[in-house]
């Protein structure tokens, strides 16, 4: 079992930054990748960010220059900055563990222009 845990959503104007965190507890030992995923209403749920157990990257390309992903023992982070109204929606971290995915409840991200 893994537990995760999101914070550091808000409500920001456009052109600030957040930092968003995911909080793993449980079986870590067992976890390869990890990321985030985003979903703005009224659409499917899009990967933004992931980062392997070995520190490989990756991003969307809408992202990429603004946001980054790091991780360490049992914390992953999402760096955003340059924020832009399009990035509004709820932030999900996940974890792809050896037995299953497990995701966080989500943290909304709110971008005001």
């Known amino acids: 079992q893994v537990q995760l845990v999101e914070s550091g959503g808000g409500l920001v104007q456009a052109g600030g930054s957040l930092r968003l965190s995911c909080a793993a507890s449980?079986?870590?030992?067992?976890?390869?990748?990890m990321g985030w995923y985003r979903q703005a209403p009224g659409k499917q749920r899009d990967l933004v960010a992931s980062?392997?157990?070995?520190?490989r990257t990756n991003y969307v390309d809408s992202v990429k220059g603004r946001f980054t992903i790091s991780r360490d023992k049992n914390t992953m982070y999402l760096q955003m900055i340059s924020l832009k109204p399009e990035d509004t929606a709820v932030y999900y971290c996940?974890?792809?563990?050896?037995?299953?995915?497990?995701w966080g409840q989500g943290t909304q991200v709110t971008v005001s222009s």
């Open positions: 996940y974890a792809d563990h050896s037995t299953r995915v497990y």
């Open positions: 980062i392997t157990s070995g520190g």
């Open positions: 449980g079986n870590i030992v067992r976890i390869n990748a």
